[in-house]
T-cell receptor
Framework: DGGITQSPKYLFRKEGQNVTLSCEQNLNHDAMYWYRQDPGQGLRLIYYSQIVNDFQKGDIAEGYSVSREKKESFPLTVTSAQKNPTAFYLC??????????????FGAGSRLTVL | GQQLNQSPQSMFIQEGEDVSMNCTSSSIFNTWLWYKQDPGEGPVLLIALYKAGELTSNGRLTAQFGITRKDSFLNISASIPSDVGIYFCAGQLYSGGSNYKLTFGKGTLLTVNP
C-alpha cells in the first residue's frame, strides 16, 4: 500500500541520548515534513524538505536535525540538546511547491518518551 | 505569522447529535483542509476545499470554505461513536513559488457518548 511509514511506533530514551526516528514514503512526494504534537498544542513544524539534499527549519527546529539523502526517506534525529523531547512525532509528505494545493499525507506517528 | 483559531477546543455529545466546529484566520487562505486524528494515530484527510464559498460533503461530513477566505466550518451529522477523535483544520496561502506550508489549528477534541 502507498503511504508514509514511521518507525518505531514507541521509543524510550534516557536523558542525554540522541535518537533517530525513521520516515519512509512510497508516494513519490517531493516534499516531506516533521511535526511535533503535544496535548492541546496542535501540530508544530520542526523541519521540512522540498527536494533531495535540501531542507529548511520550521518553527521549532532547535534540538533536532534531519537529512534528505533520498527522495523516499526523511529521518529525524532528536538530539540531547532538545530540552523537552517527550512528544508524539508525525511525519508527512506532500506534492510541495510543484502543486498549488499542498495536501499532506501523514504517517501513523512515533511516540518518544524520555526517562 | 498566520494564526488559526479553531473552536471549540472540545465537545462532548450524545450519539446521534449533529456537531459543528470552525476555524478562523487572521489572513486569507487559498486552500482549507480538514483532518481527523484517531487516538495514537496520524491525521487523515477528510475534506479539501479549494474555492471561496465551496461546500463539500463526504458522507455525514460537510465542510465550507468561507466567502471571506478567512474561515471554514465542518459539520458532522448524526454522530456515531467512531467519530471520536481530534479534528484539525489547516489552511494554505499559495501564490506560486515556494509558499507551500500548511498552518494548522490546535484541534477540536470530540467525544461521543453512546
Amino acid at each position: 500500500d502507498g503511504g508514509i511509514t514511521q518507525s518505531p511506533k514507541y521509543l524510550f530514551r534516557k536523558e542525554g541520548q540522541n535518537v533517530t526516528l525513521s520516515c519512509e514514503q512510497n508516494l513519490n512526494h517531493d516534499a516531506m515534513y516533521w511535526y511535533r504534537q503535544d496535548p492541546g498544542q496542535g501540530l508544530r513544524l520542526i523541519y521540512y524538505s522540498q527536494i533531495v539534499n535540501d531542507f529548511q527549519k520550521g518553527d521549532i527546529a532547535e534540538g533536532y536535525s534531519v537529512s534528505r539523502e533520498k527522495k523516499e526517506s526523511f529521518p529525524l534525529t532528536v538530539t540531547s540538546a532538545q530540552k523537552n523531547p517527550t512528544a508524539f512525532y508525525l511525519c508527512a509528505g506532500g506534492p510541495g511547491f510543484r502543486s498549488g494545493a499542498n495536501v499532506l499525507t501523514f504517517g501513523a506517528g512515533s511516540r518518544l518518551t524520555v526517562l | 505569522g498566520q494564526q488559526l483559531n479553531q473552536s471549540p477546543q472540545s465537545m462532548f455529545i450524545q450519539e446521534g447529535e449533529d456537531v459543528s466546529m470552525n476555524c478562523t484566520s487572521s489572513s486569507i487562505f487559498n486552500t482549507w483542509l480538514w483532518y481527523k486524528q484517531d487516538p495514537g494515530e496520524g491525521p487523515v484527510l477528510l475534506i479539501a476545499l479549494y474555492k471561496a464559498g465551496e461546500l463539500t460533503s463526504n458522507g455525514r461530513l460537510t465542510a465550507q470554505f468561507g466567502i471571506t477566505r478567512k474561515d471554514s466550518f465542518l459539520n458532522i451529522s448524526a454522530s456515531i461513536p467512531s467519530d471520536v477523535g481530534i479534528y484539525f483544520c489547516a489552511g494554505q496561502l499559495y501564490s506560486g513559488g515556494s509558499n507551500y506550508k500548511l498552518t494548522f489549528g490546535k484541534g477540536t477534541l470530540l467525544t461521543v457518548n453512546p
